[in-house]
């Protein structure tokens, strides 16, 4: 779960307080950065519903799916998903971990 904490704090890192979509279309190394960290956050997430099915964690398999989406399809990636995942799930995933790591 820590993993998954590191790289999501890594990410709002990356984009900091004035990011928008068109600053990160325009810089490729903070796409793959963050790119990165979604793969990173997809292997946790594997592992650990694999140590603990019962965690609860929305949508976990669209997780999963994303890692070998991003791998094997990098040449199809679509911005606009991947910027809807970071403004969107990122933020619900962290409330959920957050939760998680006070149990």
């Known amino acids: 779960m820590l993993d998954i904490k590191i790289s999501i704090d890594s990410i709002e890192e ?3 307080d004035k990011k928008s979509f068109n600053d990160y279309l325009a810089n490729k190394l903070l796409r793959r950065g963050i790119e990165r960290e979604l793969e990173i956050i997809r292997e946790a ?7 603990d099915s019962s965690i609860e964690i929305t949508e976990a398999r669209r997780i999963v799916d994303l890692r070998n989406w991003v791998i094997h399809g ?6 606009v998903i991947i910027w ?10 962290k409330r959920q971990i957050e939760k998680l790591l006070t149990r």
């Open 14 to 16: 990356y984009l900091g």
């Open 45 to 51: 997430t594997g592992r650990l519903l694999k140590t």
């Open 74 to 79: 990098y040449d199809k990636i679509d911005d």
């Open 84 to 93: 809807g995942i970071v403004s969107k799930d990122i933020p619900l995933l």
